[in-house]
């Protein structure tokens, strides 16, 4: 059966990455989590002095995108791909609230975009991909066979970003979580370079009141229709 290209776009801390990441295990696919590559940028910039509270030395960044290099590589204990930001593994350092809080303000920039897009294009080439963003539907594979929009309330997804938070040991605050995710949808949805918004041919899933193997289950349809006959 040919390989096809999944796009998973939709708000953040919706679950995205966990039904992407559970599918690309279950039908062999490479997953890619775009948000992760946005974040690795934001980290690259905190690491070296290139944001000040919301501002961003984007002259400087501009001048050093070169010297940013993002892979992925397998992790066989989890079984799933972790971030490498100049060959370091960065998985849990760009997960952290500092790094949440900024990465809105980096994706946002088009020189950024650009050379993010540019990266998913050709990690994507081959098909057989499911990326996970949010204008992956819109302009990275506006071709993709198959389309999602993921969404769920701003309450449930702060109560899943806190339990995500707690569980791995960190502090966290669940009033700062929500105005995190809401400020996040706020400029992801409103910023003038590839706004978070849904494609017209992609299937929106409400998973608000939906459990992991039940979301797991509808994905696994959604695929099979799509690659039957
Ligand atoms: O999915 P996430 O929360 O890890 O994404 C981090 C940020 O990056 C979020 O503010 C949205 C942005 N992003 C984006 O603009 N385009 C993508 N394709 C993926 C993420």
């Given at each position: 059966m040919n390989k096809i290209t999944i796009a998973i776009d939709g708000h953040s801390s919706c679950g995205k990455s966990t039904m992407a990441k559970d599918l690309a295990k279950e039908i062999g696919y490479v997953y890619i989590d775009t948000g992760a590559m946005y974040r690795a940028v934001t980290l690259f910039c905190l690491q070296n002095g290139l944001i000040k509270d919301e501002v961003i030395n984007t002259e400087e960044l501009k001048k050093r995108m070169n010297d940013i290099s993002i892979t992925f590589q397998l992790n066989p204990a989890t079984g799933r791909p972790d971030t490498y930001l100049n060959g370091i593994c960065v998985e849990n350092k760009i997960r952290t609230l500092e790094v949440s809080g900024k990465v809105s303000y980096v994706a946002a920039l088009d020189f950024v975009r650009e050379a993010m897009v540019d990266l998913q294009r050709l990690m994507g080439e081959a098909k057989g991909v499911i990326m996970d963003g949010r204008?992956?539907?819109?302009?990275?594979?506006?071709?993709?066979e198959l389309k999602i929009f993921v969404t769920a309330s701003d309450e449930i997804r702060a109560q899943r970003r806190y339990d995500e938070l707690i569980a791995k040991g960190e502090k966290c605050n669940m009033e700062e979580i929500l105005t995190n995710i809401r400020e996040r949808d706020r400029i992801d949805s409103t910023?003038?370079?590839?706004?978070l918004r849904k494609a017209e041919d992609a299937i929106v899933l409400d998973?608000?009141?939906?459990?992991i193997p039940e979301q797991k289950e509808w994905l696994l349809a959604q695929f099979q229709r799509v690659t039957a006959g």
């Open positions: 204008d992956i539907g819109t302009v990275v594979f506006p071709n993709a910023r003038a370079v590839s706004p998973n608000s009141h939906m459990t």
